[in-house]
């Protein structure tokens, strides 16, 4: 029997799409106090079998929440759609923190490219969505993790329902 059963995605399709374009992504974690720090992710990668997630933060700005992360490896991810305020809320235990790959900087740039997107159907003007998802790519890492549990967090009567795994 194998000691380590392969893990059933919690992610479908739709939910891994949805969590990698057109979305603000911001990342917390907390301290051996339970204090929280929180910061802004520059998109996301899932997983082939879409049980491990990457988020892509600035070594700079999120300096707290990977201190956190190394010390506790607790970690609770929150992506939400302007548009539309279709929101998930992931929660999980950290992988590693690498470095990024230029697959990494590809999957920024498109990410960038459609929460500019996003922001302009919004109404705001490309200038100012540059700005909100500007930074220096330089300095990211690449911050993967396993999720243990998602839940929806789209205002509304859902707001909090525990997503099951489905394949």
Known sequence: MDPNPPT??????????????HVN?????????????????????????RCSI???LSSTWAA???NDLQDNGAIAVVIGR????????LKGKLKGIAPLSDSDRDAIAAYRASYVAELGNAGYNPD??????GGAVEDCVAV??????IFVQTPGPQAGRRLEPRL
Do not use: K, Y
Request: proline share 6%; charged share 15%.
């Open 64 to 66: 707290t929440v990977l």
């Open 8 to 21: 059933s995605p919690l992610l479908d399709e739709a939910n891994a799409n949805f969590i990698q374009h």
């Open 144 to 149: 993967s993790f396993e999720p243990s549990s």
């Open 25 to 49: 992504i911001n990342v917390a974690a907390r301290d051996a106090r339970n204090m929280p720090a929180i910061t802004r992710a520059f998109g996301c990668r899932v997983s082939a079998d």
């Open 82 to 89: 302007p548009t539309t305020h279709e929101t998930l809320q």
């Open 54 to 56: 990457t988020v892509f």
């Open 128 to 133: 100012f969505a540059g700005t909100v998802v």
